[in-house]
Protein backbone atom coordinates (compact mmCIF):
# COMPACT_ATOMS: atom_id res chain seq x y z
CA UNK A 1 0.00 0.00 0.00
CA UNK A 2 1.41 3.82 -0.76
CA UNK A 3 0.30 6.40 1.68
CA UNK A 4 0.13 10.25 -0.16
CA UNK A 5 -0.75 12.77 2.84
CA UNK A 6 -1.99 15.58 1.00
CA UNK A 7 -3.34 13.32 -1.57
CA UNK A 8 -5.80 15.77 -2.06
CA UNK A 9 -3.89 18.29 -2.90
CA UNK A 10 -2.20 19.98 -5.42
CA UNK A 11 1.38 17.91 -5.63
CA UNK A 12 -0.47 15.27 -3.79
CA UNK A 13 -3.05 14.10 -6.35
CA UNK A 14 -0.59 14.82 -9.42
CA UNK A 15 1.34 11.88 -8.11
CA UNK A 16 -1.62 9.96 -7.41
CA UNK A 17 -2.53 10.53 -10.89
CA UNK A 18 0.91 9.56 -12.00
CA UNK A 19 0.60 6.52 -9.94
CA UNK A 20 -2.52 5.46 -11.81
CA UNK A 21 -0.47 6.14 -14.99
CA UNK A 22 2.24 3.64 -13.79
CA UNK A 23 -0.42 1.35 -13.36
CA UNK A 24 -1.09 1.47 -9.65
CA UNK A 25 -4.13 1.97 -7.51
CA UNK A 26 -3.22 0.26 -4.29
CA UNK A 27 -3.52 3.59 -2.74
CA UNK A 28 -4.64 5.17 0.52
CA UNK A 29 -5.08 9.11 0.49
CA UNK A 30 -4.83 11.08 3.40
CA UNK A 31 -6.03 14.56 4.07
CA UNK A 32 -7.80 17.11 5.50
CA UNK A 33 -11.01 17.63 2.80
CA UNK A 34 -12.96 19.67 5.01
CA UNK A 35 -15.61 22.55 3.00
CA UNK A 36 -13.01 22.86 0.51
CA UNK A 37 -13.70 22.22 -3.33
CA UNK A 38 -9.85 19.61 -2.91
CA UNK A 39 -12.53 16.42 -3.23
CA UNK A 40 -12.37 17.14 -6.87
CA UNK A 41 -9.14 16.75 -7.50
CA UNK A 42 -9.90 12.92 -6.62
CA UNK A 43 -13.09 12.31 -8.84
CA UNK A 44 -10.79 11.19 -11.87
CA UNK A 45 -8.30 9.33 -9.50
CA UNK A 46 -8.00 5.63 -8.79
CA UNK A 47 -7.25 5.06 -4.71
CA UNK A 48 -8.97 2.39 -2.11
CA UNK A 49 -9.41 4.60 0.57
CA UNK A 50 -9.22 8.18 2.24
CA UNK A 51 -8.06 8.86 6.07
CA UNK A 52 -8.40 12.12 7.72
CA UNK A 53 -4.46 13.18 8.64
CA UNK A 54 -5.33 13.09 12.18
CA UNK A 55 -6.98 9.78 11.83
CA UNK A 56 -3.62 8.80 10.40
CA UNK A 57 -1.38 10.61 12.33
CA UNK A 58 -3.06 9.22 15.60
CA UNK A 59 -2.92 5.54 13.81
CA UNK A 60 0.99 6.44 13.17
CA UNK A 61 1.49 7.52 16.66
CA UNK A 62 -0.45 4.55 18.42
CA UNK A 63 1.10 1.85 16.32
CA UNK A 64 -2.02 0.71 15.34
CA UNK A 65 -1.51 0.34 11.31
CA UNK A 66 -3.86 -2.80 10.23
CA UNK A 67 -2.13 -2.58 6.68
CA UNK A 68 1.12 -3.28 4.88
CA UNK A 69 3.05 0.23 4.11
CA UNK A 70 5.10 0.12 1.05
CA UNK A 71 6.30 3.43 0.99
CA UNK A 72 5.15 7.05 2.38
CA UNK A 73 4.75 9.69 0.31
CA UNK A 74 4.46 12.87 2.72
CA UNK A 75 2.98 15.91 0.87
CA UNK A 76 0.66 16.91 3.36
CA UNK A 77 2.22 20.42 4.84
CA UNK A 78 0.85 23.66 5.09
CA UNK A 79 2.07 25.65 2.09
CA UNK A 80 1.03 29.03 2.91
CA UNK A 81 3.61 31.60 3.20
CA UNK A 82 1.75 33.74 4.67
CA UNK A 83 0.58 31.74 7.10
CA UNK A 84 1.39 33.19 10.50
CA UNK A 85 0.20 30.90 13.72
CA UNK A 86 4.18 29.22 14.48
CA UNK A 87 3.14 26.85 16.78
CA UNK A 88 0.74 25.37 13.89
CA UNK A 89 3.10 25.20 11.29
CA UNK A 90 5.81 23.63 13.64
CA UNK A 91 3.49 21.40 14.82
CA UNK A 92 1.83 20.13 11.21
CA UNK A 93 5.18 20.94 9.30
CA UNK A 94 7.62 19.66 12.03
CA UNK A 95 6.28 17.36 14.07
CA UNK A 96 4.08 15.25 11.83
CA UNK A 97 6.40 14.58 9.20
CA UNK A 98 9.09 13.83 11.94
CA UNK A 99 6.47 11.77 13.55
CA UNK A 100 5.85 9.42 9.90
CA UNK A 101 9.77 9.44 9.13
CA UNK A 102 10.89 7.80 12.31
CA UNK A 103 7.77 5.32 11.56
CA UNK A 104 8.80 4.49 8.29
CA UNK A 105 12.74 4.22 9.06
CA UNK A 106 12.05 1.77 12.19
CA UNK A 107 9.92 -0.31 9.25
CA UNK A 108 12.02 -0.25 6.29
CA UNK A 109 9.55 2.00 4.81
CA UNK A 110 10.04 4.09 1.77
CA UNK A 111 9.78 7.64 3.33
CA UNK A 112 9.70 11.03 0.72
CA UNK A 113 8.70 14.48 2.01
CA UNK A 114 8.04 17.54 0.60
CA UNK A 115 10.69 20.31 1.65
CA UNK A 116 10.13 23.67 0.20
CA UNK A 117 12.78 26.59 -1.53
CA UNK A 118 11.49 28.85 0.71
CA UNK A 119 14.46 27.37 3.02
CA UNK A 120 16.74 29.63 1.26
CA UNK A 121 15.10 32.35 2.35
CA UNK A 122 16.30 35.56 0.21
CA UNK A 123 19.19 33.92 -2.10
CA UNK A 124 22.07 35.85 -0.79
CA UNK A 125 23.66 32.02 0.49
CA UNK A 126 22.77 30.48 -2.78
CA UNK A 127 20.66 27.92 -4.16
CA UNK A 128 22.48 24.69 -3.45
CA UNK A 129 21.23 21.49 -1.73
CA UNK A 130 24.43 20.26 -0.71
CA UNK A 131 24.22 18.98 2.74
CA UNK A 132 26.89 20.78 4.60
CA UNK A 133 25.17 24.09 3.49
CA UNK A 134 22.21 23.71 4.68
CA UNK A 135 22.83 24.80 8.48
CA UNK A 136 23.77 28.00 7.11
CA UNK A 137 20.23 29.09 5.43
CA UNK A 138 18.21 31.61 6.76
CA UNK A 139 14.60 31.58 5.98
CA UNK A 140 12.64 34.70 5.75
CA UNK A 141 9.26 33.48 6.56
CA UNK A 142 7.79 31.00 9.00
CA UNK A 143 6.50 28.77 6.41
CA UNK A 144 10.05 28.12 5.04
CA UNK A 145 11.30 27.85 8.46
CA UNK A 146 9.41 25.30 9.57
CA UNK A 147 10.40 23.13 6.31
CA UNK A 148 14.05 24.44 7.40
CA UNK A 149 13.68 22.79 11.11
CA UNK A 150 12.93 19.63 9.51
CA UNK A 151 15.56 19.11 7.09
CA UNK A 152 17.98 19.90 9.94
CA UNK A 153 16.34 17.21 12.17
CA UNK A 154 16.74 15.10 9.44
CA UNK A 155 20.81 16.04 9.26
CA UNK A 156 20.84 15.61 13.13
CA UNK A 157 19.72 12.01 13.39
CA UNK A 158 21.37 10.60 10.21
CA UNK A 159 18.45 10.12 7.95
CA UNK A 160 19.53 11.78 5.24
CA UNK A 161 20.67 8.40 3.93
CA UNK A 162 17.74 6.75 4.60
CA UNK A 163 14.92 9.35 3.11
CA UNK A 164 14.65 11.64 0.26
CA UNK A 165 13.27 15.15 0.98
CA UNK A 166 11.97 17.46 -2.00
CA UNK A 167 12.71 21.38 -2.34
CA UNK A 168 10.22 22.67 -4.32
CA UNK A 169 10.57 25.29 -6.25
CA UNK A 170 7.87 27.40 -8.16
CA UNK A 171 5.73 24.94 -9.02
CA UNK A 172 2.74 25.11 -11.33
CA UNK A 173 0.04 23.33 -12.91
CA UNK A 174 -3.29 21.47 -12.87
CA UNK A 175 -5.23 20.44 -9.57
CA UNK A 176 -3.69 23.65 -8.15
CA UNK A 177 -7.55 25.68 -8.00
CA UNK A 178 -8.15 25.62 -4.65
CA UNK A 179 -4.82 26.88 -3.17
CA UNK A 180 -6.63 30.58 -2.76
CA UNK A 181 -4.05 33.11 -2.83
CA UNK A 182 -1.32 30.19 -2.67
CA UNK A 183 -2.18 29.45 -6.38
CA UNK A 184 0.66 30.12 -9.46
CA UNK A 185 0.68 33.30 -11.30
CA UNK A 186 0.03 31.13 -14.05
CA UNK A 187 -3.82 30.49 -12.41
CA UNK A 188 -3.93 33.39 -11.69
CA UNK A 189 -2.70 35.62 -14.61
CA UNK A 190 -5.16 33.49 -16.88
CA UNK A 191 -8.19 34.55 -14.89
CA UNK A 192 -6.96 38.09 -14.79
CA UNK A 193 -6.77 38.16 -18.67
CA UNK A 194 -10.11 36.41 -18.77
CA UNK A 195 -11.80 38.97 -16.57
CA UNK A 196 -9.64 42.29 -17.92
CA UNK A 197 -7.59 41.55 -20.87
CA UNK A 198 -4.23 42.19 -18.79
CA UNK A 199 -2.09 41.04 -16.03
CA UNK A 200 -0.92 42.96 -12.71
CA UNK A 201 2.69 42.41 -11.71
CA UNK A 202 4.66 43.88 -8.49
CA UNK A 203 6.96 46.64 -9.59
CA UNK A 204 10.51 45.84 -8.12
CA UNK A 205 11.53 47.22 -5.25
CA UNK A 206 15.62 46.75 -6.43
CA UNK A 207 17.53 49.07 -8.64
CA UNK A 208 19.10 45.59 -10.19
CA UNK A 209 15.59 44.06 -11.09
CA UNK A 210 13.40 45.76 -14.01
CA UNK A 211 9.24 45.50 -13.17
CA UNK A 212 8.51 42.33 -13.88
CA UNK A 213 12.09 41.51 -14.29
CA UNK A 214 12.31 39.61 -10.61
CA UNK A 215 13.00 36.43 -11.72
CA UNK A 216 12.16 32.32 -10.32
CA UNK A 217 12.49 29.03 -10.96
CA UNK A 218 9.13 27.97 -12.32
CA UNK A 219 8.66 24.24 -13.06
CA UNK A 220 5.59 22.59 -14.16
CA UNK A 221 3.79 19.85 -11.55
CA UNK A 222 3.94 17.25 -14.47
CA UNK A 223 8.28 17.59 -14.77
CA UNK A 224 7.83 17.43 -10.61
CA UNK A 225 6.01 14.34 -10.27
CA UNK A 226 8.51 12.54 -12.88
CA UNK A 227 11.09 12.97 -10.88
CA UNK A 228 9.35 12.16 -7.69
CA UNK A 229 8.25 9.00 -9.45
CA UNK A 230 11.99 8.18 -9.90
CA UNK A 231 13.06 9.02 -6.44
CA UNK A 232 9.71 6.12 -5.46
CA UNK A 233 11.27 3.56 -7.83
CA UNK A 234 15.26 4.07 -6.88
CA UNK A 235 15.16 3.92 -2.90
CA UNK A 236 18.61 4.10 -2.84
CA UNK A 237 18.12 7.37 -4.29
CA UNK A 238 18.58 9.37 -0.38
CA UNK A 239 19.14 12.97 0.55
CA UNK A 240 17.41 16.41 0.12
CA UNK A 241 17.17 17.20 -3.07
CA UNK A 242 16.45 20.58 -5.45
CA UNK A 243 13.34 20.20 -7.55
CA UNK A 244 13.40 23.16 -10.46
CA UNK A 245 14.12 23.58 -13.69
CA UNK A 246 17.91 25.03 -13.52
CA UNK A 247 16.88 27.84 -15.16
CA UNK A 248 15.57 31.09 -13.87
CA UNK A 249 13.00 32.79 -15.61
CA UNK A 250 11.29 36.34 -15.06
CA UNK A 251 7.62 37.06 -14.44
CA UNK A 252 7.14 39.29 -17.42
CA UNK A 253 8.91 35.98 -19.77
CA UNK A 254 5.66 33.94 -17.57
CA UNK A 255 2.88 36.44 -18.05
CA UNK A 256 3.81 36.35 -21.96
CA UNK A 257 3.95 32.71 -22.11
CA UNK A 258 0.37 32.74 -20.80
CA UNK A 259 -0.89 35.59 -23.01
CA UNK A 260 0.76 33.96 -25.71
CA UNK A 261 -0.82 30.52 -25.41
CA UNK A 262 -4.53 32.30 -25.44
CA UNK A 263 -3.66 33.96 -28.26
CA UNK A 264 -3.18 37.40 -27.56
CA UNK A 265 -0.76 40.45 -27.12
CA UNK A 266 0.45 40.93 -24.13
CA UNK A 267 -1.38 43.82 -21.54
CA UNK A 268 1.32 43.77 -18.22
CA UNK A 269 0.67 46.71 -15.51
CA UNK A 270 3.05 47.09 -12.78
CA UNK A 271 1.45 47.88 -9.15
CA UNK A 272 3.15 48.66 -5.85
CA UNK A 273 4.56 46.03 -3.99
CA UNK A 274 2.87 45.92 -0.28
CA UNK A 275 4.75 46.64 2.23
CA UNK A 276 4.63 43.19 4.40
CA UNK A 277 5.57 41.46 1.69
CA UNK A 278 9.06 43.49 0.84
CA UNK A 279 11.07 42.13 3.95
CA UNK A 280 10.37 38.66 2.53
CA UNK A 281 9.99 38.77 -0.99
CA UNK A 282 12.29 36.55 -3.17
CA UNK A 283 13.97 38.62 -6.30
CA UNK A 284 15.48 35.16 -7.70
CA UNK A 285 15.62 32.03 -7.15
CA UNK A 286 17.18 29.31 -9.21
CA UNK A 287 17.97 25.34 -8.10
CA UNK A 288 20.88 24.21 -8.39
CA UNK A 289 20.14 20.36 -10.01
CA UNK A 290 23.38 18.61 -10.13
CA UNK A 291 22.85 16.35 -6.81
CA UNK A 292 20.08 15.23 -8.23
CA UNK A 293 21.36 14.44 -11.74
CA UNK A 294 24.40 13.05 -10.37
CA UNK A 295 22.16 10.68 -8.62
CA UNK A 296 20.59 9.70 -12.26
CA UNK A 297 17.80 11.22 -12.09
CA UNK A 298 16.63 11.33 -15.90
CA UNK A 299 13.85 13.53 -15.75
CA UNK A 300 14.14 16.32 -19.05
CA UNK A 301 12.61 19.32 -17.76
CA UNK A 302 9.66 21.09 -20.82
CA UNK A 303 10.47 25.01 -21.29
CA UNK A 304 8.51 27.38 -19.77
CA UNK A 305 6.68 28.23 -22.78
CA UNK A 306 6.14 24.92 -23.20
CA UNK A 307 4.62 24.07 -20.11
CA UNK A 308 2.69 27.07 -19.94
CA UNK A 309 0.71 26.12 -23.11
CA UNK A 310 -0.30 22.82 -22.10
CA UNK A 311 -1.43 24.35 -18.64
CA UNK A 312 -3.56 26.90 -20.58
CA UNK A 313 -4.73 25.58 -23.22
CA UNK A 314 -5.59 21.15 -21.40
CA UNK A 315 -6.53 22.35 -18.79
CA UNK A 316 -7.21 26.11 -17.58
CA UNK A 317 -9.23 26.24 -20.50
CA UNK A 318 -11.17 22.76 -20.21
CA UNK A 319 -14.07 22.35 -18.55
CA UNK A 320 -12.75 19.69 -16.20
CA UNK A 321 -9.19 20.88 -16.07
CA UNK A 322 -8.13 18.07 -13.20
CA UNK A 323 -5.81 15.38 -14.31
CA UNK A 324 -6.83 12.17 -15.00
CA UNK A 325 -9.32 13.86 -17.22
CA UNK A 326 -9.07 11.93 -20.49
CA UNK A 327 -10.30 15.11 -22.34
CA UNK A 328 -7.87 17.38 -20.34
CA UNK A 329 -4.58 14.82 -20.82
CA UNK A 330 -2.08 16.15 -22.93
CA UNK A 331 0.76 12.96 -21.94
Known sequence: ????????????????????????????????LGTTDKWKNLVNLRFVNYLH???????????????????IIHMGACSSTTERDADYLWDNNNNY?????EWAIDR???????????????GRLGFSDDHEKIHSLKPINMYGYSKQ????????????????????????GPNEYH?????????K??????????????????????????MRDFVYVKDCVEAMWWLFKNEDANGIFNLGTGRARTWNDLIRAVFDAMGLAPEIEYVEMPEAL????????????????????????????????????????????????????SV
Not at 150 to 169: P, Q
Not at 199 to 214: I, M, N, T, W
Not at 295 to 300: I, Y
Request: glycine share 10%; proline share 2%.
Open 179 to 187: KGEMTSVVF
Open 53 to 71: KDDFREMIYHDTVRFDIDA
Open 97 to 101: TGLLA
Open 149 to 172: IFDLRALRHGWENKIAGIKFFNVF
Open 1 to 32: MIIVTGGAGFIGSAFVWKLNQEGIDDIIIVDR
Open 278 to 329: RNQYQYFTEAQMGKLGDFGCPVDFSPLEDSVRDYVQNYLRAADSHLGNEAGR
Open 189 to 214: SFHQICRTGSVKLFKSCLPEYADGGQ
Open 108 to 122: GVRFIYASSAATYGD
